[in-house]
C-alpha cells in the first residue's frame, strides 16, 4: 500500500495534537512497511503555537530524487516528506482569536487590511513585501488552503500511490483536487470540526470546506464516536462512510525528566490552548472553590490562546491571581517537567474531539480529570469524569484526589495500565483497514 499523505503539520512544527497524532500514526505506519509520502507547508515555527509534547526526532536527511526534493527521519524508514511553498497557518484557530491576531499584529505597527467579505483574509505590511519571509498570518487563509492544493497537485503528479489521505479542513481542498485528477480514492481524517473550534457561532467558509471534503470522500476517519456523530448530525453524511480510529500515546520507556522543583503546594494543571473550546474559565470557577476550602494548592496554566488576557484579568477579579500561574507557551523538557511536577491534570474541555493530552498525563503517572464532553472520555475508564459546566462537581473532585492520596495512587496506577493497551500500532492497522476497503472498492 501507498499513501499520499496531506497533513497541514508534524513534529517539530506544530500548533495543536494535530502534528502529535500524524507523529504516531506515521511513525507506526512506517513499523508496518506501509509507504507514505508526506506533503505539508514549508514548516516553520510559530509564536502562536500551543502546547503539545514534542516528541521528535532531530535527524532529518535531504534526497534530492527525479521527483524532486523529499526529506527523511531516521525513525520513518517507509516515510518521505514534501514541502511546499505555503505558511503553517495553524487549523485550530477560531474567528474570535483569528481577530485577536488581526489586532495584535495592529498594535505591533503592522498595516493589516481584512477584507469585510472574508474575515480570513488578512494583508499584513511585513518584510516579505522587500522579498522576505512571509508573515506567519499573512495572506488569506482559505486562499492559502487552496494554494496548497495547487502545490500538492504538483507533487502529486510525479508520484505512484494508492489512495490519499487528507487530515483536518486545511488538506481537503488539496485531497479532492488530487483525487479528481488521480481518479484514486479519497479518505479524510477529520480531528476537529468547526463545532468543536467556534461553537454555534462558525466560519460558514471553513464549514463549506469541511462538509465538501466529507461528502468528497470515500471514507472519513473520525478520532471518536462524539466526533462521528458532529459529522453525521451536523453535516449530513452517512454513517456507515465513517469509522472511528482513536488516537494513541507514544510508550517508549523512560524518560529523561528534570529534577522537580521543591514546593509544598499541591499542584493542579490544565494543560492546552487557552481558547473557548478547551474551559479555561470553568477551570478557574472551580479552582476558586477549591482554595475556599484549601489554600495550599496552585494552580497552573500552561498554555495560550485567544482567552489568555481574559482568563488572567478573570483569576485577578476572583481574588486568585496569586494562586494561579500562566506558564504561556511550552515545548521540550518543559513539557515533561510540569507533567512530573503536577500532583493532577484537569481537563474541561467544552467540546474536544479525542483529546492526546490526558495520555501524556497518564503516561507521566499524573491523575487525570477530564471532561464528559471529550472523545478520550470514550476509552478511558479510571480518570475521574465531569461535566464541563458542573464547576462544584469539578471541585469536588480535585479535593478529593488531592486530600486522599489513595485515590490518586489507585487513578495513577489503573488509568497507566489503560493507556499501554493503547497503540499506535493498533491505531495504524486499523486505518490501513479503512484504506484496503477504499481501493479494493475502487478496482
Same mark, same amino acid.
Given at each position: 500500500?501507498?499513501?499520499?499523505?496531506? @497533513?497541514?503539520?508534524?513534529?517539530?512544527?506544530?500548533?495543536?495534537?494535530?502534528?502529535?497524532?500524524?507523529?504516531?500514526?506515521?511513525?507506526?505506519?512506517? $513499523?508496518?512497511?506501509?509507504?507514505?509520502?508526506?506533503?505539508?507547508?514549508?514548516?516553520?515555527? !510559530?509564536?502562536?503555537?500551543?502546547?503539545?509534547?514534542?516528541?521528535? #526526532?532531530? &535527524?532529518?536527511?535531504?534526497?534530492?530524487? #527525479?521527483?524532486?526534493?523529499?526529506?527523511?527521519?531516521?525513525?520513518?524508514?517507509?516515510? !518521505?516528506?514534501?514541502?511546499?511553498? +505555503?505558511?503553517? *497557518?495553524?487549523?485550530?484557530?477560531?474567528?474570535?482569536?483569528?481577530?485577536?491576531?488581526?489586532?495584535?499584529?495592529?498594535?505591533?505597527?503592522?498595516?493589516?487590511?481584512?477584507?469585510?467579505?472574508?474575515?480570513?483574509?488578512?494583508?499584513?505590511?511585513?518584510?516579505?513585501?522587500? @522579498?522576505?519571509?512571509?508573515?506567519?498570518?499573512?495572506?488569506?487563509?482559505?486562499?492559502?488552503?487552496?494554494?496548497?492544493? $495547487?502545490?500538492?497537485?504538483?507533487?502529486?503528479?510525479?508520484?505512484?500511490?494508492?489512495?490519499?489521505?487528507?487530515?483536518?479542513?486545511?488538506?481537503?481542498?488539496?485531497?479532492?483536487?488530487?483525487?479528481?485528477?488521480?481518479?484514486?480514492?479519497?479518505?479524510?481524517?477529520?480531528?476537529?470540526?468547526?463545532?468543536?473550534?467556534?461553537?454555534?457561532?462558525?466560519?460558514?467558509?471553513?464549514?463549506?470546506?469541511?462538509?465538501?471534503?466529507?461528502?468528497?470522500?470515500?471514507?472519513?476517519?473520525?478520532? !471518536?464516536?462524539?466526533?462521528?456523530?458532529?459529522?453525521?448530525?451536523?453535516?449530513?453524511?452517512?454513517? &456507515?462512510? *465513517?469509522?472511528?480510529?482513536?488516537?494513541?500515546?507514544?510508550?517508549?520507556?523512560?524518560?529523561?525528566?528534570?529534577?522537580?522543583?521543591?514546593?509544598?503546594?499541591?499542584?493542579?494543571?490544565?494543560?492546552?490552548? *487557552?481558547?473557548?473550546?478547551?474551559?479555561?474559565?470553568?477551570?478557574? +470557577?472551580?479552582?476558586?472553590?477549591?482554595?475556599?476550602?484549601?489554600?495550599?494548592?496552585?494552580?497552573? /496554566?500552561?498554555? !495560550?490562546?485567544?482567552?489568555?488576557?481574559?482568563?488572567?484579568?478573570?483569576?485577578?477579579?476572583?481574588?486568585?491571581?496569586?494562586?494561579?500561574?500562566?506558564? @504561556?507557551?511550552?515545548?521540550?523538557?518543559?513539557?515533561?517537567?510540569?507533567?512530573? /511536577? +503536577?500532583?493532577?491534570?484537569?481537563?474541561?474541555?467544552?467540546?474536544?474531539?479525542?483529546?492526546?493530552?490526558?495520555?501524556?498525563?497518564?503516561?507521566?503517572?499524573?491523575?487525570?480529570? *477530564?471532561?464528559?464532553?471529550?472523545?478520550?472520555? &470514550?476509552?478511558?475508564?479510571?480518570?475521574?469524569?465531569?461535566?464541563?459546566?458542573?464547576?462544584?462537581?469539578?471541585?469536588?473532585?480535585?479535593?478529593?484526589?488531592?486530600?486522599?492520596?489513595?485515590?490518586?495512587?489507585?487513578?495513577?496506577?489503573?488509568?497507566?495500565?489503560?493507556?499501554?493497551?493503547?497503540?499506535?500500532?493498533?491505531?495504524?492497522?486499523?486505518?490501513?483497514?479503512?484504506? &484496503?476497503?477504499?481501493?479494493?472498492?475502487?478496482?
Amino acid at each position: 500500500m501507498r499513501v499520499l499523505m496531506l @497533513g497541514w503539520e508534524f513534529p517539530p512544527f506544530i500548533s495543536g495534537g494535530l502534528g502529535t497524532a500524524c507523529y504516531g500514526l506515521t511513525k507506526a505506519m512506517s $513499523r508496518q512497511g506501509i509507504d507514505v509520502i508526506f506533503v505539508l507547508p514549508r514548516p516553520v515555527t !510559530s509564536q502562536f503555537s500551543t502546547h503539545v509534547k514534542l516528541a521528535t #526526532p532531530v &535527524e532529518w536527511t535531504t534526497i534530492d530524487t #527525479p521527483a524532486g526534493r523529499q526529506y527523511r527521519l531516521r525513525e520513518f524508514e517507509h516515510v !518521505s516528506f514534501r514541502t511546499v511553498d +505555503a505558511p503553517a *497557518i495553524s487549523p485550530y484557530i477560531g474567528q474570535a482569536e483569528y481577530e485577536q491576531r488581526v489586532e495584535q499584529l495592529k498594535a505591533q505597527g503592522k498595516a493589516v487590511d481584512v477584507s469585510a467579505t472574508n474575515p480570513h483574509r488578512t494583508s499584513v505590511a511585513t518584510p516579505a513585501a522587500a @522579498g522576505g519571509a512571509k508573515g506567519h498570518y499573512e495572506g488569506d487563509m482559505l486562499s492559502e488552503a487552496h494554494r496548497y492544493a $495547487r502545490l500538492a497537485v504538483d507533487i502529486a503528479r510525479n508520484e505512484q500511490f494508492d489512495v490519499i489521505h487528507a487530515h483536518d479542513w486545511m488538506t481537503y481542498p488539496a485531497g479532492l483536487a488530487v483525487a479528481a485528477f488521480s481518479r484514486k480514492p479519497l479518505v479524510v481524517h477529520i480531528h476537529s470540526t468547526e463545532f468543536d473550534r467556534s461553537g454555534e457561532r462558525v466560519w460558514q467558509q471553513v464549514y463549506d470546506i469541511e462538509r465538501a471534503g466529507l461528502h468528497g470522500a470515500q471514507k472519513i476517519i473520525a478520532v !471518536s464516536h462524539l466526533t462521528r456523530n458532529i459529522v453525521i448530525n451536523r453535516y449530513g453524511v452517512p454513517p &456507515e462512510k *465513517i469509522e472511528v480510529v482513536y488516537n494513541a500515546v507514544d510508550n517508549n520507556g523512560q524518560v529523561t525528566i528534570p529534577k522537580p522543583i521543591a514546593r509544598t503546594d499541591k499542584i493542579v494543571l490544565f494543560f492546552g490552548r *487557552i481558547t473557548m473550546q478547551k474551559g479555561p474559565e470553568y477551570f478557574l +470557577a472551580a479552582a476558586k472553590k477549591v482554595l475556599d476550602v484549601y489554600p495550599d494548592v496552585k494552580f497552573v /496554566m500552561a498554555g !495560550s490562546g485567544d482567552m489568555t488576557k481574559k482568563v488572567i484579568e478573570l483569576a485577578a477579579e476572583m481574588g486568585i491571581g496569586h494562586r494561579v500561574l500562566f506558564t @504561556g507557551f511550552l515545548r521540550g523538557a518543559d513539557v515533561d517537567r510540569i507533567f512530573k /511536577m +503536577a500532583d493532577l491534570y484537569v481537563m474541561p474541555s467544552v467540546s474536544e474531539p479525542f483529546g492526546i493530552a490526558p495520555l501524556e498525563a497518564i503516561s507521566h503517572d499524573v491523575p487525570v480529570i *477530564i471532561s464528559k464532553q471529550s472523545g478520550v472520555s &470514550e476509552i478511558l475508564t479510571h480518570v475521574l469524569k465531569v461535566d464541563f459546566w458542573d464547576i462544584n462537581e469539578m471541585a469536588n473532585k480535585i479535593l478529593a484526589v488531592l486530600r486522599h492520596p489513595p485515590l490518586g495512587e489507585t487513578l495513577r496506577r489503573q488509568s497507566g495500565f489503560e493507556v499501554q493497551q493503547l497503540s499506535w500500532d493498533k491505531s495504524a492497522k486499523k486505518v490501513n483497514e479503512v484504506y &484496503e476497503s477504499v481501493v479494493g472498492a475502487a478496482q
